[in-house]
């Protein structure tokens, strides 16, 4: 991987247009186009899309714009890693194959400088998320995947955006920010403690940064409101927020 490492994480690009989308996008672009200019590796950390259900043959077309811009980035010469999130975890091989992502259905380990990176989308992390990790289970099992299928696409993406919009709680009170802070600190601290230095998670929505031992704690935030990204930039990695 090249240096600098951008990270970003929870785009949530909707199915359906409007101004507060097409500000967001905007965003978005200006930021490709920074991260091209700066070269290095731009790492997504899951949910870039709040649905994405890919079929054999078919693509969902409202984000066209967004794959030619991943397209031009690609050429531009930025390695793009994609850490599948749970509103976009249906992939097949057009994003790998067509826009040259790097497409990870897991967790992310590696070491860039002697610093050891642990990236995760982070659902069903939290102690109280027991029947979230069953459901995550069935949603990404192979016969579900495959029984999603022969359900006509829109009444397959009109049932998705149905529970999306039922899972969608993009604001919380700082009361419950806090509480998931502590619990994701909890979570963390046994993997920095095995020589993790840094512990990125999206999901959560809050830009954080927690100081665990001799590690750091990094909760990405989102492309709502804050467009928070980190960076490393081969010593040190920052959390910050995209103007
Ligand atoms: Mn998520």
């Known amino acids: 991987m090249q240096l600098p490492i951008y990270f970003i994480s929870d785009i949530h690009l909707m199915l359906k247009s409007s101004q507060d989308e097409h500000v967001k996008i905007q965003k978005l672009f200006q930021f490709f186009d920074f991260v091209s200019k700066s070269g290095g590796t731009l790492i997504i950390g899951g949910d870039l899309f709040d649905f994405y259900y890919e079929y054999p ?19 531009s010469g930025i390695e793009v890693h994609y850490l599948l999130g749970n509103h976009d975890y249906w992939t097949m091989d057009f994003l790998s194959n067509k826009l040259n992502m790097i497409i990870h259905e897991d967790d992310m380990d590696f070491e860039i400088n002697g610093k050891k990176f642990h990236l995760t989308h982070g659902d069903g992390l939290l102690s109280w998320e027991r029947g979230y990790r069953t459901v995550k289970t069935i949603l990404r099992h192979k016969f579900f995947i495959w029984l999603f299928r022969w359900l006509h696409p829109t009444i397959g993406y009109r049932f998705a955006e149905w529970v999306a919009s039922r899972s969608r709680h993009f604001e919380h009170s700082e009361e419950h920010n806090e509480k998931v802070r502590k619990e994701l600190m909890r979570v963390a601290t046994p993997v920095i403690e095995n020589g993790i230095d840094y512990f990125l998670t999206g999901h959560y929505h809050q830009h954080t940064e927690e100081k665990i031992g001799n590690g750091t704690l990094i909760i990405l935030g989102e492309w709502i409101k804050t467009f928070s990204y980190a960076v490393f930039d081969g010593e040190k990695l920052e959390l910050r927020k995209f103007s």
């Open 57 to 75: 043959y078919v693509i969902p077309k409202q984000y066209f714009e967004v794959y030619t811009q991943i397209y031009q980035l690609q050429k």
